[in-house]
């Protein structure tokens, strides 16, 4: 009866193994299903106490300390730039692809864009009464500039999936900014474009460019002054990538902040896609 049974198992046998072979696999380069709870938040400098400096180099992080794949890191990026390439090609060369290998190249960038998609996140950030949405990657340092004001100030930054929240106030000790002018954005999707502030004398204040009156228009999106010239100013939203879609703007505009001469303007427009310079509003500034 024995001799019979171990034949029986030995038959048996590679049936079982079949079977445990069998067993499905994940498919290869799944998307990450990432632990929210594990997530931190790093924020730099650990901004608290007294400051003589008006001009916060903030840089911080969302990190995922069991991210597969963890990117490499440009500290130097900044939230508003494009994350993804476009496949390794090189524009500025002749394209000899046939149409299939086109569309190969196409369905990978999708494919890999699908997969890193978790990493694309909107912040919720507050910053001395302004409200903003900056979109970061994770993984990714953000780098960008904040004009403090004098006295107190106040930053608080939320990732809503995570919950993670992290809040900063320090005091600032020097001249104060009469004249401050920040864009919104009114919606958690990225929007593109730039803000643009015409002054009375017509200089333009862009992106990164100082005027010769002294107005400054940050890569942030906002813009100061600490004396500015009497006369209208000019607000204008840049056209930018939107997605095919339409975009509210919000512009908030506010002269002697934290006084009793304080005064205060808000614009909002729905830019449409390939819509130029949009003009949201104008305000005088007197003497």
Do not use: C
Not at 60 to 87: A, F, I, S, T
Not at 172 to 179: E, F, P, Q
Not at 253 to 268: F, H, K, M, N
């Amino acid at each position: 009866m024995r001799p019979l049974l171990l034949l029986a198992l030995l038959l048996a046998a590679p049936g079982l193994m079949a079977q445990k072979a069998a067993k499905p696999k994940p498919p290869v380069g799944a998307s990450y299903a990432p632990d929210l709870k594990l997530w931190r938040l790093e924020v730099a400098p650990d901004l608290g106490g007294w400051s003589s400096d008006r001009t916060v180099n903030l840089r911080l992080k969302l990190v995922d300390p069991k991210d597969p794949n963890p990117p490499k890191d440009e500290p130097g990026r900044r939230y508003y730039d494009d994350y993804e390439d476009e496949g390794g090609y090189d524009p500025g060369g002749e394209d000899t692809r046939t149409a299939e290998q086109l569309r190969q190249a196409r369905l990978e960038r999708e494919a890999e864009a699908a997969r890193q998609a978790w990493r694309a996140r909107t912040l919720k950030v507050w910053f001395n009464g302004a409200t903003l949405n900056w979109s970061v990657r994770l993984g990714y340092t953000l780098a960008t500039d904040l004009t403090a004001q004098n006295g107190e100030n106040r930053l608080e930054i939320l990732e809503p999936d995570s919950g993670l929240r992290v809040v900063r106030s320090w005091w600032v000790s020097t001249a104060r900014t009469r004249l401050r002018v920040v864009s919104i954005q009114a919606n958690d999707e990225y929007t593109g474009g730039s803000l643009q502030v015409l002054e009375p004398d017509g200089a333009v204040a862009e992106g990164g460019r100082r005027t010769a009156s002294g107005g400054m228009l940050r890569w942030s999106g906002e813009y100061t002054h600490d004396t500015p010239t009497p006369g209208t100013y000019t607000l204008k939203w840049m056209g930018g990538w939107r997605g095919g879609k339409p975009a509210r703007i919000k512009v908030e505009a506010v002269l002697d902040g934290g006084t009793d001469q304080e005064r205060r303007w808000t614009w909002e427009r729905l830019i449409l896609p390939g819509a130029g310079p949009v003009t949201m509003g104008t305000f005088d500034v007197e003497p």
